[in-house]
């Protein structure tokens, strides 16, 4: 392998499976994929861990896997945190620069950025990263980068997401018992968009859904920033435990059910009866139009809580670029055709392309996270530290305040 390349690792723990991506990332920042695994999650629940050891073994297994085929031990990643604690709060700061003559410098960003947060997010959260919306000087309003630009009163609009401390240490905590450092913890939705959406998606208005198996996150984009993030509490499985409860059958059958019969074009002909046989067990039949129902209903419930998100950051049928679903729960079959109908929006299913190495493996809308985890790893890599000759491990800069965390990766 080219020496010149180094190594970035982005691990998405959900609740139902742990995924991560091992990548290298050569002198231009290219990344390429070296290697990835996939396995069952333990110990989280809605998105955050409900203990320590249920993550951090799931982690380590899954690990050994990709680390062996991409011949690189993990001792730091780039990490997913997930669950409806994840908020995007807009707030707003002003601070006085000097003289109509004073050139706004990167100390001056910092400066605003902080009184832009302190005190504007509680106590009892991390702040996860500071997105600079829009800047004003001397009250005109509209400027991307001030920098250089002169003026002597500088205004910051921002969007601050944050998430509960607890939760944040606890996933730290458990991904340092599996022996790997968390560099940065990244909402689910957030990493799966950086995989899936293009720049100009981002400057027109787009937004992605992460239907995960307990909760389906939303991230919506314009003019290249972040403008919003929330999670839904409740994803693929409540449709799974439904079908359990209504056809009272055990949850496998109705996870199969689910995976290989039920396709998001309800009204579509289709045969009456769904059959299903597992091993040594007796063949049972389903009416297909109960099963619908069932699928059908939950869907619905979880595309009308999408739907008051999206209302509450008012880009609710406002998206030009429509809507990307990403996440194991985007793999039901033309569940495109249903989210159009419940979004009233373009909707298509994001898949990670265009990457070098192995790539093609994980070209799947479950994997958008942990891709886009170390596509953000990558990234940081070349703003913090050019490669170095001979050089394979990490030296990633320790995490500092949010004033830093913009200047370095202003834009997820
Ligand atoms: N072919 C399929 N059709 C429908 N659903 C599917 C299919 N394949 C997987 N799923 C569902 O996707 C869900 C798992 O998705 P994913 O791996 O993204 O969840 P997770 O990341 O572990 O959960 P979360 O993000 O909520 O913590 C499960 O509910 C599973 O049933
Ligand atoms: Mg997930």
Known sequence: ???????????????ENVRAIIASVNKEGAIAIVGYNEGPSAGMRKGVPANLTGPAESIDKMLGEAERMGGYE???????????????THTEGMIAVGTVEHEINPDDLDRVED????????????????VPLEYALDGQGGIKDPIGMSGARLEMRANVISALTPNCENLKKA???????????????????????TERQKENGVAVIDMGATTTGVAVYEEGDLQYVGVVPAGSNNITNDLA?????????AEEIKTRFVTGDFNSEKSPVIRVKKEGKVERAFERKEVEEVVMARLEEIFQEVRKKLKSARYDQRLPEGIILTGGGAKMRDIDLFAKKCLEASVKIGIPQNLG???????????????????LA???????????????????????????????????
């Open 245 to 253: 409860i209504v056809l009272a059958i055990d949850p496998e059958m």
């Open 175 to 197: 991904t340092l018992t599996a022996d790997v450092k968390a560099d940065r913890l990244i909402p689910t939705v957030v990493a799966a968009a950086k995989a899936v959406l």
């Open 378 to 412: 990558a990234e940081q890599i070349n703003v913090a530290a050019p490669a170095k000759k001979s050089s394979s491990k990490i030296k990633l800069p320790k995490i500092k305040g949010p004033g830093f965390l913009k200047k370095i990766f202003a834009k997820f």
């Open 115 to 130: 009184v832009s947060v302190t005190g504007r997010i509680p106590a009892n959260r991390d702040v996860l990263d500071v």
């Open 74 to 88: 993990v001792r730091s990643a780039y990490v997913s945190i997930n669950g409806s604690q994840i908020l995007s």
């Open 1 to 15: 392998m080219d020496n010149d390349n180094r190594f970035v690792t982005g691990l998405d723990v959900g609740t």
């Open 357 to 375: 190495g192995v790539s093609e493996a994980i070209a799947k809308p479950e994997y958008a996270t942990a891709v886009g985890l170390a596509m």
